[in-house]
């Protein structure tokens, strides 16, 4: 074990010592060979508990390089969660880290406090000049190691997000510190918490979010109704436990450069899921724009938080919404109900079509395992935005995963997103979304 990994167990050494109950976790300390058996009997010779983990502790110092994640994982899986995002704020406060912890709603952060921190997700910023501030590096990374007490938890900063004033430019919600435990949700609270048919979701924050929003174009139409759709999401998923990162108005490169970054970003590592959410004008053929007119392709973004790219992310879900056209066909469909909206503009931009090919298809399933793309419009056709509320397939998921998280896993919730989305009517043109699925356990997204 690393240096660096057995000074954060010497700083977590007091919490575990008052909260491990071995037994909890013996055979995953077996099953993943942290210990041997004999081993295991010499520690648990020990008459009193405190003792056991203790000597505990000790050993496992010395039990190789990968004890450490071992470790980490047999506490997740023995019903000690909370211990193993105690040890994970320890590494992050280290390590300097910016980690926002527990995702609590805007609205319950305390106004007395005034302390700013890093912006979520801090290191993923991408230096790009001329799009406003959309690439700027808001805030640094600690830049010196922070030492923290054994004291009890509930004297520790909890990062919350808070609310951003403006959606051009940066856009990115900052986190202040606030030293009290009233807005740590006890995990008897959550939905689902992960089994041989589910998806763990017990990490703290559940899983990372980066909105990526692109309103002003450099040749291109604006797409009013976009901040809308930016706030929402937002808000719902640092209401159901993510951290969330948005940045807005970003350059085809921009965007490549930001998802590289976050697929190397180390606190995969710690969190049980990701989402990618992109908002921009779309072409034919599954390409997304960015403001000075190149384009990504859809398999450019999945491609690099697949199993060959992104270890982080091994056995993870991951959820990639993509509100854009996907070509100029208008969809026409029965009398639905009609949404009550000033304009309603299509995310279509018309640019000479690209050779033909299926970007869901460029890769064997297995390499995408445990991802699910959800578009909001089929192969071809226009996505229709309201210049005042944001898009119809944002504003349906917005609505049904705040009503469905804790009940339904995901896969059931964009069924009813499809169902409220093609209800909608404009001009006797309608719009259906598509899901591409390769997950392989039910996924719950577990609200606070």
Known sequence: MDEAHKEILRKSRVKIVEDLLIDDILDKLLEKEVFTAMMLEYIMAEK????????????LQRRGPDAYDKFILCLREGGHAHLANYILNTEAELRGWSLPYNGTSRNSVS????????????LLHVQETGHGNAGQNMADTRGELESMDDSDDSNQNTFIPVQDTQME?????????????????????????????????ESNPRGLVLIINNREFDKQKPRPGTEYDGTMLRDMFIHLGFAVDQICDLTAFGMKEKLKHLAEYPMLHYVDSLVVVILSHGLKDDTVCGVDGSVVKYDEITELFDSKNCPLLHHKPKLFIINACRGDKENTGSQGSSIQADRVDPDIVVIPPRPKGNAFQSQPIPTLQDMVIAASTLPGHVSW???NKGSWFIQAIVEVFQEFSKTHHILDMLVRVNRRVAQNLHKNKVQLPQSINMLTKDWFLNPI
């Open 111 to 122: 106004e007395q406090s005034s302390q700013t921190m890093e912006p979520i997700l801090s």
């Open 48 to 59: 009193a508990r405190p003792d056991q983990v203790r000597k505990l502790i000790d050993n």
């Open 385 to 387: 935005r309201d210049d």
């Open 169 to 201: 430019g940066d856009a990115v919600p900052y986190i202040v510190a606030l030293s009290t435990s009233q807005y740590i949700t006890e995990s008897s609270n959550k939905g689902y918490t992960g089994g041989k048919e589910q998806y763990s979701m």
